[in-house]
T-cell receptor, first 114, second 113 residues
């Protein structure tokens, strides 16, 4: 296992299009997290899963955003009707428990909405 | 809302010198703090952590200091190397078993040869 994998690394899309990102966590990690990071800022929490259950969602996660983890393994984050303000790095992290249990980030998906 | 912030956006340091990166936090209920290093095109990488019942913790070439009285956190890097050039973030959590990290805005460290 090489860590948390995210795909694609980069995505350029036109405003109004839908995009979907994928995250593959470390295999033995039951918790999976999504963050958003804009240039020069620290990551901001979006949502997290314990196994397949989505347990918390940030107010940053508007109705256009949806995240799933159907089998408790990989997760997808979909953004519908993208806006220029959605341009950011979307980071995924996984852990075997809370923040003190091997909390590991992936390299992110950089989204540019034009 | 609660926030974690940094005093200096950019720190230039001579190779071999020590670096000190500062961070202020506002949530007095925070129990667990982490420093992350982020290189260009990569995700945050764990450096060192500290719980609120401690005021100092040392790792390899790094030391984290926590002053709960003034809600201040610092990261000291000894003998800074070119590979230390990156953006550094502090982050806080209500506890080590918590799930959500609140990050500050980052400090860029530039190591001059």
């Amino acid at each position: 296992d090489t860590g948390v994998s995210q795909d694609p690394r980069h995505k350029i899309t036109k405003r109004g299009q839908n995009v979907t990102f994928r995250c593959d966590p470390i295999s033995e990690h039951n918790r999976l997290y999504w963050y958003r990071q804009t240039l020069g800022q620290g990551p901001e929490f979006l949502t997290y899963f314990q196994n397949e259950a989505q347990l918390e969602k940030s107010r940053l996660l508007s109705d256009r955003f949806s995240a799933e983890r159907p089998k408790g393994s990989f997760s997808t984050l979909e953004i519908q009707r993208t806006e220029q303000g959605d341009s950011a790095m979307y980071l995924c992290a996984s852990s075997a428990g809370g923040v003190n249990y091997g909390y590991t980030f992936g390299s992110g998906t950089r989204l540019t909405v034009v | 809302g609660e926030s974690v912030g940094l005093h200096l956006p950019t720190l230039s340091v001579q190779e071999g010198d020590n670096s000190i990166i500062n961070c202020a936090y506002s949530n007095s209920a925070s129990d667990y703090f982490i420093w992350y290093k982020q290189e260009s095109g990569k995700g945050p990488q764990f450096i060192i952590d500290i719980r609120s019942n401690m005021d100092k913790r040392q790792g390899q070439r790094v030391t984290v200091l926590l002053n709960k009285t003034v809600k201040h956190l610092s990261l000291q890097i000894a003998a800074t190397q070119p590979g230390d050039s990156a953006v550094y973030f502090c982050a806080e959590s209500p506890g080590a078993a918590g799930n959500k990290l609140t990050f500050g805005g980052g400090t860029r460290v530039l190591v001059k040869p």
